[in-house]
């Protein structure tokens, strides 16, 4: 890719940050591939399901046929910079999505053809809406046998709180699709599916389909009219909407997140790939579309911006760790302002260290090109930091700002490991450490009952890839145990206690009391820490020093050491006395001891993993599966007929679940499906 240049805005208004997001094997690895080949990126297309896409290079990745770890490319197209990451459909991997979506500008969400709407689909777009990531739908696989786009955006609109509208109809369905309809410019594009870039254009559409795309397109005008003033007042005058106009409202709304344009094609058949990147450069934003990132003051907590700009202070994030080359970090960042060089320093307001980059890097997959400078909107990776981690934020010492971290998920699967030759004990305790730095979702510790180590992951795929890096990535011989679930800890009811830091001596004279309210809270909640906005005497920081106390005391739990979930905490006062100091250390000792008394007297309990259960099956094994699901304790939710085969969403202990992939293939003669996800905590 030629050198451009990096630190001016008119550079960064030819920027995409794009994610490709989606359900396990709906195709987000065959698009990206399919990308970077148009794009010239790549010359030749890799394929999934021969172990040779470009973005999928671990070893394990290549072998299933699916992505485990979010992977970062650029590519220029139409004189525009894509940073593009390919992220993972399998829950087990789901902060892989969360973490690249956090430091991205834009999404494509893609759809199977014959699925629809699948569970991670819904998970990946909730997650989307949660950082207000614009995005564009792609429904893919329509040469499939079930195929059906109107099926896929009726799915949509029944479960996404966005306008859901096509900008393209399919021409064909299954074996016969060949290409698709632009509604907005009125023209045919085709593909013979040999070589995504050779696309057949001829204005105007298809005569057996011009009924159904006029109607298309006065449906796509009149969903922006609804929410767009300046096309509504033409709209409903009755004049023509021009093009620009339509992709200019098409835009608004997109950026604003108001809408969802879809389109359609079948990336394995290379159909439907350039239309897309025209949609991302047309639709999707630049860095200074984006209103400018916020976060506070890390001393006083004051809530403070930083404009999307080269010439700002510096503010990046730290979204992924990943350990390369004999051990060394290299750090994923999304530059949100400012420059960095090599050589230069950055502050970790969080820690208050000083970081220093050593080389700067434009990732491509496994491959690097060195960058001398890069300024604010780039998503680059970075060697020299030695102990910032994931959802960490860098900045100007100068300007310091604390952006929000990037949420951990909690383990919810563990399972012992222990090394087949006792030499390489220390050698497994390293290489954990360097595996839990890359991946906030994995936890290791030591049993203190029986001395084994035991690892803690997102599901048994999660603990299985782990357990399989160690013995032929890093060389260590391992056995692992049987599976267990990661228990909670809750309050079944309200109390009030306080807790007190007392230190009287000759070296300090310290003392703070801080009183603590907590009650349960709805299933699924999490733990919630409010503060009261001011109290007498008080500084901001100090109450700070209560939030982090209360919540590294909640990760502790009462009962069993367990983390402390579905609860509300309060801080009800917090207090010194006269002739003695109060700082932040005595303060957090005081709010861990409050989080003892109050939660130990409101009647804490155990809980579960309970996962939310998706299953695919032929009407015929309906029978055999509702008994297998009633045997492990599953609450049936719903069921619903979709074409041929029934599909039934429940919830039950994930414990109960063990082993349920091979039980359901066995009573469905291999044709049922399923997928489950971690959904709440609850009391056994």
């Known amino acids: 890719m030629a050198e451009r240049d ?41 394929e999934v399901h021969d172990g040779e896409a470009v973005m999928d290079f671990m070893v394990q990745e290549q072998e299933r046929g699916i992505t485990i770890s979010s992977a970062v490319t650029s590519f220029e197209w139409d004189n525009h910079e894509f940073h593009l990451v ?43 809406d949660k950082y207000r990531v614009p995005r564009l739908g792609f429904v893919n696989k329509l040469d499939r046998v079930g195929a059906d786009f109107e099926m896929c955006v009726r799915m949509m609109r029944e479960r996404f709180p966005q306008a859901i509208l096509p900008i393209q109809l ?102 439907g790939i350039l239309p897309l990147l025209d949609a991302v450069v047309e639709l999707l934003p630049s860095p200074i579309d984006l209103p400018p990132v916020q976060g506070r003051h890390p ?5 403070t911006t930083r404009p999307h700009d080269p010439k700002a202070p510096l503010c990046a994030l730290v979204y992924k760790v990943q350990v390369v080359d004999e051990g060394r970090r290299l750090t994923y960042l999304r530059i949100y302002s400012g420059t960095i060089d090599e050589k230069a320093d950055a502050f970790n307001p969080g820690r208050n260290i000083t970081e220093k980059f050593s080389r700067i890097f434009l990732v491509h997959a496994k491959d690097r090109t060195r960058l001398e400078v890069v300024g604010a909107g780039n998503i680059v990776g970075v060697l020299g930091l030695k102990v910032t981690g994931t959802g960490e934020t860098l900045c100007d010492r100068g300007h310091p700002i604390l952006l929000e971290s990037i949420r951990a998920y909690e383990p919810v699967i563990s399972m012992a490991i222990e090394t087949e030759v006792q030499s390489d004990r220390e050698k497994l305790d390293l290489t954990l450490r360097r595996i839990a730095d890359e991946d906030p979702t994995f936890r290791f510790r030591e049993d203190p009952d029986t001395g084994q180590t035991v690892m803690s992951g997102m599901g048994e795929l999660h603990l299985d890839i782990i357990a399989d890096r160690l013995r032929r990535d890093f060389g260590i011989g391992v056995r692992v145990g049987r599976p267990e679930v990661v228990y909670a800890e809750t309050v079944t009811r309200p109390n009030e206690g306080a807790g007190v830091c007392d230190i009287d001596n000759d070296e300090a004279k310290v003392f703070a009391r801080l009183v603590l309210r907590v009650a349960p809270a709805e299933r699924g909640s999490g733990g919630t820490v409010e503060l009261p906005a001011m109290l007498p005497g008080i500084s901001p920081n100090l109450l700070a020093a209560a939030r982090t106390g209360v919540q590294e005391a909640l990760r502790g739990g009462v009962l069993h050491g367990l983390t402390l979930t579905d609860i509300e905490a309060t801080v009800v006062g917090l207090e010194t006395r006269e002739g003695r100091t109060i700082d932040e250390t005595a303060v957090k000792i005081a709010a861990m001891n409050a989080v003892r008394e109050s939660c130990g007297g409101a009647a804490p309990a155990r809980m579960a993993p309970i996962g939310a259960i998706e299953i695919v099956v032929p009407g015929e094994f309906m029978g055999e599966v509702l008994g297998g699901l009633q045997v492990r304790r599953g609450i049936i939710e719903s069921m619903e007929d979709r074409g041929p085969v029934k599909v039934v969403r429940a919830t039950a202990p994930i414990e109960r679940m063990f082993g349920y992939a091979t039980e359901l293939r066995s009573a469905t003669q291999g044709r049922g499906t399923f997928a489950m996800q971690f959904a709440r905590y609850d009391i056994e």
């Open 86 to 128: 390919d992220t993972p459909g399998h829950v087990d991997f789901t902060m892989e999505v969360e973490r690249s979506l956090r430091v991205l500008d834009g999404g494509v969400v893609v759809f199977d053809g014959v699925a629809g709407v699948e569970p991670q689909s819904e998970t990946v777009w909730h997650q989307a």
């Open 170 to 271: 399919p021409i064909g369905v299954e074996s016969t699709f060949r290409g698709v309809v632009d509604l907005i410019r009125w023209r045919t594009l085709t593909w013979d599916g040999s070589d995504p870039r050779d696309t057949q254009i001829v204005e105007g559409v298809p005569a057996d389909l011009e009924d159904e795309a006029r109607q298309a397109r006065d449906d796509l005008v009149a969903g922006i009219a609804d929410h767009d003033e300046v096309i509504a007042d033409k709209y409903l005058l009755g004049d023509e909407v021009t093009v620009p106009e339509i992709l200019a409202g098409l835009r608004r709304l997109t950026l604003a997140g108001q809408v969802v344009p879809v389109l359609c094609g079948s990336a394995l058949r290379n159909k």
């Open 299 to 303: 001393k006083t907590d004051e809530p």
């Open 6 to 46: 990096r630190t001016s805005l008119k550079s960064m208004q030819r920027i995409r940050n794009l994610g490709i997001i989606a359900h396990i094997d709906a195709g987000k690895t065959t698009v990206t591939e399919r990308l970077l080949f148009v794009t010239g990126r790549t010359h030749k297309m890799g």
